[in-house]
């Protein structure tokens, strides 16, 4: 008996010692990607007046296009949605064009755009939908499933008008 409580307290070790591996292992792999999320969340804050984040998404279309957008509010309670551009090597690009903020009631919300797509395209599935920007226009980057195939579409942020024919990818 004393042997099987020796090999069951051994095996409690085990999986307690591979669960805190895994935690670190998890924490160092997202390190980098918190530490843009952070910085994006300063550079909205000091330089659009961001006060209260309620959602931080990146988005990435192509090597100049390298966004993370946070959808907040400022100190009115006006909200608002801020792109902060940044380098393939995870870097805040500076400049004057690397922040753009834009209160919600001046484009299309979430929620109008959902509408939009399901008007627009009745019979997809909406795989992933975030802000970014195509061409260098502020846009809601659309990813979905229609019978069996995925697709990418933009969606104007400003008014919420599609953006070309939207890009289809080969089966797999």
């Known amino acids: 008996m004393k042997k099987r409580k020796k090999w069951i307290l051994l095996g409690a070790v085990l999986i307690l010692l591979l669960g805190f591996g895994l935690i ?7 390190k980098d990607q918190w530490n843009e999320r952070d910085i994006a969340k300063d550079v909205a804050k000091t330089r ?5 984040v309620t959602k931080a998404q990146k988005s990435v279309w192509d090597e100049n296009a390298v966004y993370w957008v946070l959808t907040g509010k400022n100190e009115a309670g006006t909200a608002l ?5 940044f380098t393939v090597d995870g870097k805040f ?4 064009d690397a922040v753009f903020a834009e209160e919600l009631s001046k484009g299309t919300s979430e929620a109008q755009i959902r509408g939009i797509i399901k008007a627009d395209l009745p019979d997809i ?3 992933r939908l975030l802000p970014g920007v195509y061409n260098g226009e ?3 980057q659309l ?5 069996g195939r995925y697709y990418y579409q933009f969606y ?7 953006m070309g024919e939207g890009y289809s990818l080969p089966k797999s």
């Not at 670190?24 to 997202?30: D, G, L, N, R």
């Not at 990813?143 to 019978?147: A, R």
Request: charged letters at 20%; a negative charge.
């Open 48 to 52: 659009a007046g961001l006060t209260e």
């Open 81 to 85: 949605m801020v792109w902060v551009r």
């Open 143 to 147: 990813f979905y499933n229609q019978s």
């Open 138 to 140: 502020y846009a809601w």
């Open 125 to 127: 599935t909406i795989e």
């Open 156 to 162: 104007r942020f400003s008014d919420g008008s599609r």
């Open 93 to 96: 690009a500076e400049g004057d």
């Open 24 to 30: 670190q292992f998890y924490a160092y792999i997202m």
